[in-house]
C-alpha cells in the first residue's frame, strides 16, 4: 500500500467514526474525502476481494440484499454498501468499513448506480456483474435505456472474464455479443400464448432487424419469452426459471424456482425477479440450495424505503420508493391486492436524486387504483401540486383527497387516516424527508442503516 493510499483510507476511516457515531450518517462523505486523497483507492481497497457488481434501473437494493444474505450462509465475510449509497464515493466508504479477516477470501456484494459501472470497474476486477433489469429513468442523467445500457457495457468490457449473471426475461441484455461467460434468468410460470406488449413499452424493437419483438408469455413492460417474428432474435435458454407462482399478496410472494417452493416476505413480482437474481447468483457461488431458500424464505428482506413497514399509532405504514414509471405501476398492481380497504399517500420530489423530470408519473397507471377501497388519498412533496392532478385526472374522489407540502405535515395526516393500512409511494428525497421526521418522532431509528 502507498503512503498516500495510507493517508486516504486512515482519513477516510476517521471521518466515517465520527459521522456514524455522532450524526448517525457517513454513508459518502467519507468515500469523497478518502478519493480527494487518493482517486485510485479502490483499487488498494478492493485488490483481495471477490466482488460482485449488482446494476441496472430497479431492484438493485433489494436484490443485493437479497444475495449477501444468501451468501452469508456460506462465507464468513461478505462486504456490501446496505445503506443504497451505490456511487463511487458510497462504495469506497463500504470498502472502508471492512472488518479485517484472517481465513478466506472475503466478498464484496456492491450495489452500483448505473452510470458508476465503469468508474467502478476502473479500479476493481469483479468476478460477477448481476443485470437486473433497463427501464426509462431519469431521463436528464441517463437518457434512453440503450443510452443507460452503453454506460454499463462500458464497465463490463473493462472485465471481459467476469461472469455476467443476467435476466434473460429483458431483451436488452441479449442484444450485444460479449466475450464474458453469461448465466441468464428468468419466468416460464404460464402456459406459452401469442401475445404483444402495449404499444408504449421501451425496448421492443429486435436489435437484429428493428421489427416489433412478439412474446409466448410476458410478465410486465417488455419482461418475458421474447421472439422476433421476422429473424432468429429469441429469447436465450434460462439457467434458473420461476416455474411456478402460487400466491401473491402485498406483503408475500409464494413461488418455485427451478422446482423449489420458496416464500419471499415481501410483495410485488418484481421482487420475485429479485429473489431469482439473487438465487442465481447463490448457485454461481455453489451455495447449496436448501440454504438458498432458508435465506430467501426469512422475515427479514425489507430495506430502506422498499416496502418498509413502520407502526404509527396503531396504523401499519408501507413506504415504498417509486422512481419510474415500470417501478410505480409494479407497486399499484402490489398493492392493489391488498384484500383490505387502504389509505395511500404519493410523494412527489424532484431533486437531482429523484431525476428533475417529473413527467413520469403521467405514464403510470393510476387510473387502475380501487378509488372506491381507498378512504383517504393524500398528495405531498415538494412538487405536491403536479401528483395531486395527476392523481384528480386518475379519478380520486374530491372529497377523500388532500394535499400537504411538508412532510411533517404527511406524517400528522397519516395519522388520521381512517385504515389501518396506509401505502406511501415517494420519490428517493422525499422518503428521506419522511423517515427523517419518523425519527424525530421516535417511530424509526435515524439514518438508513
Known amino acids: 500500500m502507498s503512503f498516500k493510499s495510507s493517508v486516504a483510507i486512515a482519513a477516510g476511516r476517521a471521518s466515517y467514526w465520527f459521522l456514524h457515531n455522532f450524526l448517525h450518517g457517513g454513508t459518502a462523505l467519507p468515500g469523497k474525502i478518502t478519493l480527494a486523497l487518493d482517486p485510485e483507492v479502490l483499487q488498494t481497497l478492493s485488490k483481495n476481494y471477490d466482488v460482485v457488481i449488482i446494476t441496472g434501473t430497479n431492484g438493485k437494493t433489494l436484490t443485493t440484499a437479497l444475495t449477501v444474505k444468501v451468501l452469508r450462509t456460506n462465507y464468513d465475510n461478505v462486504l456490501t454498501n446496505p445503506s443504497g449509497s451505490n456511487m463511487k464515493q458510497g462504495i469506497v466508504t463500504a470498502f472502508l468499513t471492512a472488518q479485517r479477516t484472517k481465513s478466506g477470501k472475503p466478498l464484496a456484494v456492491l450495489e452500483t448506480d448505473e452510470a458508476n459501472v465503469a468508474l467502478i470497474t476502473r479500479y476493481v ?46 431483451p436488452i441484455f441479449n442484444s450485444e455479443k460479449l466475450p464474458n461467460p453469461i448465466i441468464y434468468y428468468g419466468f416460464n410460470a404460464a402456459k406459452d400464448q401469442e401475445q404483444m406488449a402495449a404499444p408504449n413499452t421501451d425496448g421492443l424493437l429486435c436489435p437484429k432487424c428493428q421489427n416489433i419483438l412478439h412474446y409466448y408469455q410476458l410478465t410486465y413492460s417488455n419482461l418475458g419469452k421474447y421472439y422476433c417474428p421476422n429473424c432468429d432474435f429469441k429469447r436465450p435458454v434460462l439457467d434458473h426459471q420461476v416455474t411456478k407462482i402460487t ?122 387504483l380501487p378509488f372506491d377501497r381507498i378512504p383517504q388519498v393524500l ?68 439514518g438508513m442503516e
Open 247 to 368: 400466491k401473491q399478496t402485498p406483503t408475500t410472494s409464494t413461488f418455485e424456482i427451478d422446482g423449489h417452493p420458496i416464500t419471499l416476505h415481501i410483495g410485488g413480482t418484481y421482487n420475485i425477479y429479485n429473489a431469482l437474481a439473487a438465487y442465481s447468483v447463490g448457485h454461481y457461488f455453489k451455495v447449496d440450495t436448501s440454504r438458498i431458500i432458508q435465506a430467501l424464505g426469512s422475515k427479514d428482506e425489507k430495506v430502506f424505503g422498499r416496502q418498509e413497514v413502520v407502526s404509527i399509532d396503531g396504523k401499519e405504514v408501507t413506504l415504498i420508493l417509486v422512481k419510474n414509471p415500470v417501478g410505480l405501476d409494479q407497486v399499484l398492481s402490489m398493492i392493489k391486492t391488498d384484500s383490505e380497504p387502504f389509505s395511500l399517500a404519493v410523494l412527489l420530489n424532484a431533486n437531482y436524486a429523484d431525476g428533475i423530470d417529473t413527467s413520469w408519473i403521467w405514464d403510470g397507471r393510476f387510473e387502475e
Open 125 to 170: 476486477n469483479p468476478s460477477a456483474f448481476v443485470l437486473t433489469n433497463i427501464f426509462r429513468d431519469q431521463m436528464d442523467r441517463y437518457g434512453e435505456i440503450y443510452t443507460t445500457y452503453s454506460k454499463i457495457l462500458a464497465g463490463i468490457r473493462l472485465a471481459p472474464k467476469a461472469t455476467i449473471i443476467a435476466n434473460g426475461d429483458a
Open 379 to 446: 398528495a405531498g412533496g415538494e412538487r405536491y401540486r403536479d401528483i395531486a392532478f395527476r392523481l384528480k385526472v386518475a379519478g380520486v374522489v374530491p372529497e377523500n383527497f388532500e394535499e400537504r407540502e411538508n412532510l411533517n405535515a404527511v406524517l400528522e395526516s397519516i395519522k388520521k387516516m381512517p385504515t389501518k393500512h396506509v401505502y406511501v409511494l415517494a420519490t428517493y428525497t422525499a422518503v428521506l424527508q419522511l423517515r427523517k421526521a419518523m425519527a424525530s418522532q421516535n417511530y424509526i431509528k435515524e
